[in-house]
């Protein structure tokens, strides 16, 4: 357990259906990070957090995809009207300045969303 | 639980001996680079990081070495157990780009006993 948590762990939801994640990251850990990752293949970032502002997103975040941290601790992810292509793993990872490194990323376990 | 890595190169091992995982990273600007375990249906999980003015970095039973010159990075894990069974993963990270993550490709660790 790194500290990091996320929930739901698993999401069945229906194509056009809305879903909402959530990720707790390592108390004080001042970056939030959201990656997804489909089978076989490594994980990709999707957009990061340095306290409650939004740094950077990557272009797989289309505009039905939606992240806020609203008081730079936890942070969700909204995906809007769900393709099937959106079904993979959703991981969070946190750093900050309290870790050994203020590179090290700490991954939660993942929200693995279903579209059907 | 689900697999992750279905159709990634695997690696089988005899328990006890060592195991070397290779990577080529793209970005010869990247600072960090480093080694994660994936275990099905879990996060990544951290082993060994090692920066850009280092060749090589030991941890216990890990090695990280890392060459520049082709862009090449290496995990030996010395007396594989059967806990190392894993998905392994390299990563890039650019202190200058937010510190986001960039993967390669997995490799599968089969230990067999």
């Known amino acids: 357990d790194t500290g990091v948590s996320q929930d739901p762990r698993h999401k069945i939801t229906k194509r056009g259906q809305n879903v909402t994640f959530r990720c707790d990251p390592i108390?004080?850990?001042?970056?939030l990070y959201w990656y997804r990752q489909t089978l076989g293949q490594g994980p990709e970032f999707l957009t990061y957090?340095?306290?409650?502002?939004?740094?950077?997103k990557s272009r797989l975040l289309s505009d039905r995809f939606s992240a806020e941290r609203p008081k730079g601790s936890f942070s969700t992810l909204e995906i809007q009207r769900t393709e099937q292509g959106d079904s993979a793993m959703y991981l969070c990872?946190?750093?900050?300045?309290?870790?050994?490194?203020?590179?090290?990323?700490?991954f939660g376990p993942g929200t693995r969303l279903t579209v059907l | 639980g689900e697999s992750v890595g279905l159709h990634l190169p695997t690696l089988s091992v005899q328990e006890g001996d060592n195991s070397i995982i290779n990577c080529a990273y793209s970005?010869?600007?990247?600072?960090?680079f480093i080694w994660y375990k994936q275990e099905s249906g879990k996060g990544p999980q951290f082993i060994i990081d090692?920066?850009?003015?280092?060749d090589k970095r030991q941890g216990q039973r890990v090695t990280v070495l890392l060459n520049k010159t082709v862009k090449h990075l290496s995990l030996q894990i010395a007396a594989t157990q059967p806990g190392d069974s894993a998905v392994y993963f390299c990563?890039?990270?650019?202190?200058?780009?937010?510190?986001?993550?960039?993967f390669g490709g997995g490799t599968r660790v089969l230990v067999k006993p």
């Open positions: 108390s004080e850990h001042n970056r």
């Open positions: 990872a946190s750093s900050g300045l309290t870790s050994g490194s203020q590179d090290e990323q700490f």
């Open positions: 090692i920066r850009s003015n280092m």
């Open positions: 970005n010869s600007a990247s600072d960090y």
């Open positions: 957090f340095q306290n409650e502002a939004q740094l950077e």
């Open positions: 990563a890039e990270n650019t202190r200058a780009a937010g510190n986001k993550l960039t």
